[in-house]
């Protein structure tokens, strides 16, 4: 394996890195730590990078105050003759967070930066500075790609806690050392209020963290917000963002559970008193973008939307794709015409546009929803269906049409490296599509992997839809509901794409990296 070896890193985590693994929670509560310079701005909520590419990259920080935001980068930790970016002045209409982008970088190289945070009124006094590193993109094939992927944080009410280390699964990825991590989706649960205690079925006692936000399901903008926040509480989440840039999508619980557009909650669900959707969606999209760096969702960003294609270099394309915002509503999902489906028209015809002009050696399908796995959308009192597949394994209806759509697109254009990748359904399996055992066979055999969840209940395998010929080649699923993240059942997925050979690898791995499934596919090849 020719990933190249990454000088410093290890000890930017023993030495840079230590300002943020030294913060501290206070017992029960979560308040942003303080640092030693007190009435300067703080950065408690560690720092992230996000969507870099060979020659950028997003930095994103957040205050306890007004500040400016200034980032000095370096070739060495040590940071001599540093590079200074003037950022943004944080204030409370972004809830004091902000992004820097980086620009003009050395493509392949490590990138040591640290933030500082100034007092917008004397520009001498600055707070601590909060440092962090990251990869640029190698434009060199040889070079090799690793990534991690997972989802689902915070989910069915275990959180943060602290007897077991708080969320310890971030610590044996970043022992994987990899380029970026992509998040497929349920980065919060907005709609799951987090307790102190939960029952667990040995008779103990799982303990939360807990926050004011989290409390209530989120309706408020300052609530949904608080969600987002929840997480950056975790010391092992703030270090592994220090070290790993992300690429970050959405799915259903940034704002309530299987939401669409147009959706009215019900009378009878007493939990929300603002009963629109668009409107619930709207605030979390806020708090959303500015918790996380994406390039599409900037101030400023022309195209603000979630999905995007990523360059990684001659080997890899990530194609991040929105399986919520454009959908039409869940329904029986049996309708012979569906122009709409699960993307919306123009997503649709974006990523067969990208695809085509896509000469990476693999183009990864990031999906924050499964294809071929039956999704039911238990939240109405009636037959429907929250993903793609309904269960019927006949002709493609509903939004099987959409897929079955871009799939002969992908066929019939020789468009050669996909690979779809999701979470959402909170175990983990590998499934691979064939069109000798599909009803709609006009296509070539593609493998879907699943991954997750990162700290969430843990559910039973969903049954498979056989429209596209699934065969589930390895599944790891509890037998029961909502297991908790004591009784194991948390995943994480690899992919390691090697530079000499160009053969894509994925590993299936548990919370503490154990591998469970491997799966190598060779460049060029259809089918595999």
Known sequence: MSHRPLPGRR???????????????????????????????????????????????LVWVRSDRPARMVVETSATESFRNPRRWQGPLLGADTDFTGTTRLHGLPS??????????????????????????????????????????????????WGINPDRGGYRIYDAMAKL??????????NVYADGPIAATQALPDGSTWRNITTEEKAKVAETLAEYRGNFRYNLLDENLRRFNAQ????????DHEVRNNWYPGEVIASTDTRYTEKS???????????????????????????????????????L????????????????????????GILGREQLEWLKRELSRSRAVWKVIAADMPIGLVVPDPMENKPNFEAVAQGDPGAPLGRELQIADLLRYIKHQRITGTVWLTADVHYTSAQHYQPSRAAFSDFEPFWEFVSGPLN???????????????????????????????????????VDIDGDSAELTVRLREQDGTVLFTQTLRPGLVGQ
Not at 14 to 40: H, K, N, V
Not at 177 to 186: I, N
Not at 244 to 251: A, C, F, H, K
Request: aromatic share 10%.
């Open 244 to 251: 790993v840039p992300s690429v970050i999508q959405w799915d």
């Open 11 to 57: 000890s930017v985590l023993r030495g840079s890195l230590a300002a943020s693994a030294a913060l501290t929670l206070p017992a029960g509560l979560g308040a942003a730590p303080a640092f030693a310079r007190s009435g300067r701005p703080a950065a408690g909520w560690g720092v992230q990078t996000g969507d870099v590419s060979a020659d950028s990259g």
């Open 317 to 340: 394309d990530v194609f991040v794709l929105d399986m919520r915002t454009y959908r039409n509503a869940n329904s029986p999902d049996n309708q012979t015409v569906d122009p709409q």
């Open 456 to 494: 969430a209940g843990a559910f039973p395998a969903n049954a498979l839809d056989g429209t596209f010929g699934p065969e589930r080649v390895f599944v790891k699923a509890p037998t029961a509901s909502n297991v908790s993240p004591a009784g194991g059942y948390q995943f994480f997925g690899e």
């Open 177 to 186: 050392d990899p380029d970026f991590f992509l998040c497929s989706g349920d």
């Open 108 to 157: 392949g190289e490590q990138i040591h930066y640290r933030v500082l945070l100034a007092d917008p009124d004397d520009p001498r006094r600055t707070g601590e500075p909060v440092t962090g590193t990251f990869r640029t993109v190698s434009r060199s094939r040889r070079d090799g790609v690793r990534f991690l992927w997972s989802g689902d944080l915070a989910g069915q009410g």
């Open 277 to 315: 959707v668009d409107v619930l969606a709207a605030r979390a999209r806020r708090a959303f973008s500015e918790y996380f760096p994406i390039s599409t969702l900037r101030p400023g960003a022309d195209e603000g939307r979630v999905y995007r294609v990523l360059r990684q270099g001659p080997l």
